[in-house]
Every structure is written in C-alpha cells, then in structure tokens.
C-alpha cells in the first residue's frame, strides 16, 4: 500500500522558515514526478512546486510564482522522501500543505489532477 506522510508544519512569525517533509513507502519514487500543493481555507487546492527527475542525481524543478526564491523542492532517494524548504515565510502562505506523486507522469504538472497519490496533508500557519 502506497503511503505519503507529511510532517514539519506548524505555526511561525513571518519571515520564519520550515521545512516539510515528505516520506513515501510502499514503493519508490525515484523516477517519479512528485510535488507539494496547497490548500488554503475556502481556497481550491493550488500548486506549490514539484521535482521531474532527469537523471541519476538530477532534476528538472518548477515553482509557482508566488513561492520562487523563498521555497525550494528537493528529494533524498536514499530515504525515499521529498522536501520543502520555505524560508521568508509570508501570512499569505498559510494553507493546508499536501506531497503528491504521480504514477506515470512524464512531465511536471502543476495540475493536482494529474497527481495519484496524496498524503494527508500538514498544516502551515504564518502570523503577521
């Protein structure tokens, strides 16, 4: 059975840092498309950035606007897990922070339908 298991939210000042972490089992995901969405209340689910491997120890890796030069994606595949740092942290941040992985994805999506597999989400709380 696939699992994806968030961890590291919490709540922090802005301008703080956190770092989400994201453990897969169940089979790996080394090859795999994986991302990091979020949903903030009342919101629709939005995409954060995700990591497409090119290589043994490469990567091709895309962010949203909102995010790029604060957050950054990153995987250890030693430990099957997949990384968000998120540093300059902003109020507008908060939201519910979702890990995902797609199947046979052969590019990053930034569509979370196109995702399969979803963890159950850690939340993020930025204060002004």
């Known amino acids: 059975q696939v699992q994806l298991v968030e961890t590291g939210g919490g709540l922090v000042q802005a301008g703080g840092s956190l770092r989400l972490s994201c453990a897969a089992s169940g089979r790996s995901f080394t090859t795999a498309v994986m991302g990091w969405f979020r949903q903030a209340p009342g919101k629709e689910r939005e995409f954060v950035a995700n990591r497409k491997p090119t290589g043994t120890s490469t990567s091709y890796v895309d962010y949203a606007d909102s995010v790029k030069g604060r957050f950054t994606i990153s995987r250890d595949n030693a430990k099957n897990t997949l990384y968000l740092q998120m540093n300059s942290l902003k109020p507008e941040d908060t939201a519910v922070y979702y890990c995902?992985?797609?199947?046979?994805?052969?590019?990053?999506?930034?569509?979370?339908?196109?995702?399969?597999?979803w963890g159950q989400g850690t939340r993020v709380t930025v204060s002004s």
């Open positions: 995902a992985a797609a199947a046979t994805l052969s590019y990053g999506s930034i569509n979370p339908r196109d995702y399969d597999y």
